[in-house]
T-cell receptor
Framework: GAGVSQSPSNKVTEKGKDVELRCDPI?????LYWYRQSLGQGLEFLIY????????KSGLPSDRFSAERTGGSVSTLTIQRTQQEDSAVYLC????????????????FGPGTRLLVL | QQPVQSPQAVILREGEDAVINCSSS?????VHWYRQKHGEAPVFLMI?????EQKGHEKISASFNEKKQQSSLYLTASQLSYSGTYFC?????????????FGTGTSLTVIP
């Protein structure tokens, strides 16, 4: 597609429920990133995919968070047993470059999913 | 560890200049700069590769000092459209491969 898309754009859920957030990267982009941005805060790295594999899972805040990417394209971020502190904007970004090769390409961001846990 | 930006916030009058600094505790391979307007996703401004280069975009330029593990963003003759939160995105060199983290952010407000 023309840009990174994310769905849903907004999600309100009750504490304890599971949620799935979806990211469609730019076609041809091999790298995909998930970030979280709490109200008034900076960007917090969650996880990075190169193709379908996730060499860097260090940012996931707890084992309630998981992510997968299939076909080297769409990625899903799943939060199980949501807590109120999970409320944030979840941003997805994609880029052309492979990390570890020394040149980091531009990351193009999606519009984000605004998650509110009541 | 999250790179530190300074200042945390700055208010400018239209036409004034500003400098935003980004410091990392780890060796840097490259630095990205992004601007995020309220309610919108971050937008790429520029990337600087190691080698001490300086780049420019409109009246916004940046420098990268890999030895000091620092980068600075220079905004000259600021315009109202420059308002937003600026994030640096240093790429650090780790044993497990290069890592990428965003800085703490600098809120810039340009007033008439």
């Amino acid at each position: 597609g023309a840009g990174v898309s994310q769905s849903p754009s907004n999600k309100v859920t009750e504490k304890g429920k599971d949620v799935e957030l979806r990211c469609d990267p730019i076609s041809g982009h091999t790298a995909l990133y998930w970030y979280r941005q709490s109200l008034g805060q900076g960007l917090e790295f969650l996880i990075y995919f190169q193709g379908n594999s996730a060499p860097d899972k260090s940012g996931l805040p707890s084992d309630r968070f998981s992510a997968e990417r299939t076909g080297g394209s769409v990625s899903t971020l799943t939060i199980q047993r949501t807590q109120q502190e999970d409320s944030a904007v979840y941003l997805c970004a994609s880029s052309l470059a492979q990390r570890g090769w020394g040149v980091q390409e531009t990351q193009y961001f999606g519009p984000g999913t605004r998650l509110l846990v009541l | 560890q999250q790179p530190v930006q300074s200042p945390q916030a700055v208010i400018l009058r239209e036409g004034e200049d500003a400098v935003i600094n980004c410091s990392s505790s780890k060796a840097l391979y490259s630095v990205h700069w992004y601007r995020q307007k309220h309610g919108e996703a971050p937008v790429f401004l520029m990337i600087l590769l190691k080698g001490g280069e300086q780049k420019g975009h409109e009246k916004i330029s940046a420098s990268f000092n890999e030895k000091k593990q620092q980068s600075s963003l220079y905004l000259t003759a600021s315009q109202l459209s420059y308002s937003g939160t600026y994030f640096c995105g240093p790429e650090t060199c780790e044993n497990t491969g290069n890592q990428f983290y965003f800085g703490t952010g600098t809120s810039l407000t340009v007033i008439p």
